[in-house]
């Protein structure tokens, strides 16, 4: 046994057992130690297995110095505390699926792993199995010629019972995460395979479905359709059977995998059927070990890469299947209770810890004229959290890195509509007990409601909205030449006044507004507009990305931004996402896009910038931010980062120091870096 891995298994239910007489059989583990919720329960799965160490509880078998690997067997809605806290004390992860109940949570997981540099895999074994491999094989080789359907399902026949794990909404019950996440992850995988890639992402998704009584989907279907024109249907229930078999259909033939998801659980002989056109059926046999063994096993050869390769689930892999399985419940409207606002589980972080700036922290600061407090260089925009996890995950990663900034609007989120990004940040600011730590900049009166009685009118409700007396910066999200600026002025004063707001602005003003509304304010002895949100960045906008845009990255902008010392919260700060894989000169399909950004002075601003990139080994995305950020005027860009590895991009712009020549080469003002 020396050599080998040592492993603790973290809960003792069926699955735990299962796994536990599978390493008896491993080549390259050993299992050490049993966690359970009870030292009795601990120690009745220890002798039944021999086990050697037996914990009473999940923290002692992390705390327990012989174990390097765990495996987490527990019911999923737990599955996001224990492998944060065993990424945290240094433990390699196999963690069962789905890894959390929802996107957030499997991306906190995985940015956890990334932090304390540790292995960490989502236990679907099929994709270990050498039957899975012998698919993609047949898939990638033409075997049925062009993948047109896959038909995928996974259902089983649960009797109702309001109490069992299956049926109860509060620990996240129904088919779509404890099965119909195998079906999901196989259409994607044989997309994938179709196309050239590790796995695909549906380009089209619909979902039918019923949800029961007791709020958990009982069974439901969806269609999917990926590129290269593939379908696929995938099905699955928690009170009705199903065959549960795999179909792949190609315009050459198609394919038949009787035992997709548990092939063989004891090792034997597995089968693909091919069915070729104008051919007899061909049987292909699959000798196989039992089939938790090649999981085991892929972890012990997987630790110096962190996570396992396709077909196994990569970390982008489990992320693309989480985003899918979300899609799924929204589409038939099923919300997990835990997952609404005010559930207790949204209360704290994920880690169970309090909310804490790291000490290792890149964020710099800056002091604005009218605040109390430093304002971050990165703020945080607030404008695409649908629901309480998101919002939460993303929140407390930022804070946690030293952002202290949150940029929302009356209309972000839909505007009136429940819960909306308003309610959702106030919520997070209030449970993490932060408002005096955080500046909040909030947004309102939007064309067609640009004018003092709507400005008042959407401030009261978006105070109402976040659950707070006051922001910290008021910004009008559109000017209205058709109104005196002066009649502005006046009434952001009385705001300023009142105690409703501590800083006012203008988004997507002119420079002449602003010289004008000043002008008045000194004039009248009044406070003036303080801070500037337009766009700035390294690419030029070609023309607005919506009505009443404003950018202010031409030279006059510039130097009225140098002169006057008004600070610019630049949005679109990285020109959406035009310094990704997104834009490219053959790439057209967004036509808006486009419109905004394509231009031959772009393209060569990015390729200046990939160029620096690579240099530097940082994302093109974090040069085009850092560009922003060496202005010889106060910047405080807005990011709107819609994942944690999105705001890591970001963050490293922090860590960038550009001199005054790379810069305007950059920008093409000079032929040398």
């Known amino acids: 046994m020396a050599g080998r891995l040592a492993w603790g298994i973290l809960g003792a239910g069926s699955i735990a057992r ?3 007489r599978a390493m008896t059989q491993s080549t390259t583990g050993k299992l050490v130690a049993i966690g359970s919720r009870s030292q009795s329960s601990a120690d009745r799965f220890a002798d039944e297995f021999q086990i050697p160490v037996r914990h009473g509880s999940y923290q002692a078998l992390l705390d327990d110095p012989a174990v390097q690997a765990v495996y987490i067997a527990t019911p999923h809605p737990v599955h996001a505390q224990w492998a944060i806290k065993a990424a945290g004390a240094g433990k390699h992860i196999l963690c069962e699926k789905p890894l959390g109940i929802n996107h957030a949570e499997a991306m906190a997981i995985i940015e956890a792993a990334r932090e304390h540099d540790i292995f960490l895999m989502e236990a679907f ?6 039957q899975t491999a012998k698919l993609i094989e047949l898939i990638q080789s033409g075997a049925i010629g062009e993948v047109r359907l896959i038909e995928a399902s996974f259902a089983y026949n649960s009797s109702f019972d309001p109490d069992s794990r299956i049926y109860e909404n509060e620990l996240a019950g129904g088919g779509i995460l404890d099965v119909g996440c195998y079906p999901a992850s196989m259409a994607r995988l044989v997309a994938g395979a179709a196309t050239g890639k590790p796995f695909a992402d549906p380009v089209e998704f619909h979902a039918i479905g019923h949800v029961g009584k007791t709020g958990v989907d009982e069974y439901t279907a969806a269609l999917c359709k990926f590129p290269g024109q593939i379908m696929a249907q995938l099905v699955t229930a928690v009170s009705m059977n199903c065959d549960n078999q795999v179909r792949i259909y190609g315009n050459k033939g198609h394919i038949i995998i009787p035992e997709p998801w548990v092939p063989q659980r004891d090792g034997g002989v597995c089968k693909v059927i091919v069915s070729r056109d104008g051919r007899p059926s061909e049987e292909i046999q699959i000798e196989a070990e039992p089939l938790y063994v ?29 985003r899918l399985l979300d899609q799924w419940r929204e589409s038939i409207g099923l919300l997990y209770d835990q997952e609404k606002m005010d559930a207790p589980r949204q209360q704290q972080p994920l880690s169970g810890k309090a909310l804490t700036v790291r000490p290792d922290h890149k964020m710099t600061y800056g002091h604005v004229d009218g605040l109390d407090k430093p304002l971050s260089r990165l703020v945080l925009g607030v404008d695409n959290q649908k629901q309480m996890p998101q919002m939460a995950v993303m929140a407390d990663d930022y804070f946690g890195r030293g952002g202290n900034a949150f940029d929302t609007a009356y209309i972000y989120g839909g505007g009136k509509n429940s819960p909306g990004c308003e309610r959702l940040l106030g919520q997070w600011v209030k449970s993490r007990s932060v408002r ?11 064309t067609p409601h640009c004018n003092p009685d709507d400005l008042t009118r959407q401030l009261l409700i978006s105070l109402d909205r976040l659950g707070m007396d006051y922001v910290d910066i008021y910004m009008m999200h559109r000017d209205n030449p058709q109104v005196p600026v002066g009649e502005f002025i006046d009434v952001l004063n009385e705001h300023h006044k009142a105690g409703r707001i501590r800083l006012f602005g203008g988004s997507n003003w002119t420079i002449e507004r602003i010289d004008q509304a000043n ?19 390294l690419a030029r906008m070609i023309e607005p990305i919506w009505p009443g845009c404003i950018s202010s990255s031409d030279p006059e902008s ?13 949005w679109s700060s990285q020109s959406q996402g035009f310094f990704t894989g997104r834009s490219a000169p053959d790439k057209k399909e967004d036509a808006g896009f486009v419109r905004s950004w394509y231009s031959d002075d772009n393209f060569a601003r990015k390729d200046r910038a990939v160029e620096l990139a690579r240099q530097l080994n940082v994302e093109p995305t974090a040069i085009a931010l850092a560009y922003t950020l060496h202005q010889p005027f106060e910047v405080y860009p807005l990011i709107g980062p819609r994942t944690l590895d999105e705001t890591l991009s970001s963050m ?16 093409l003002e000079s032929d040398r870096p």
């Open 558 to 570: 510039r130097a009225w931004l140098e002169q006057s010392r008004i600070p610019l919260l630049p």
């Open 294 to 322: 090649y999981e085991i096993d892929l972890v012990a050869r997987s630790l110096s890469d962190r996570q396992a390769k396709s077909p196994a689930m990569s970390w982008a892999d489990t992320l693309s299947n989480m």
């Open 436 to 446: 005096q730590q955080v500046v909040i900049i909030e947004k309102g009166a939007h």
């Open 18 to 20: 299962t796994f536990a």
């Open 652 to 667: 490293a712009a922090l860590s960038i120091k550009l001199t005054s020549r790379q810069v305007r080469w950059l920008n």
């Open 125 to 130: 074994m099929y994709r270990c199995h050498p």
């Open 519 to 537: 002008a008045y304010a000194r004039g009248k002895g009044l406070k003036g507009m303080g801070v500037l949100s337009n766009n700035f960045s």
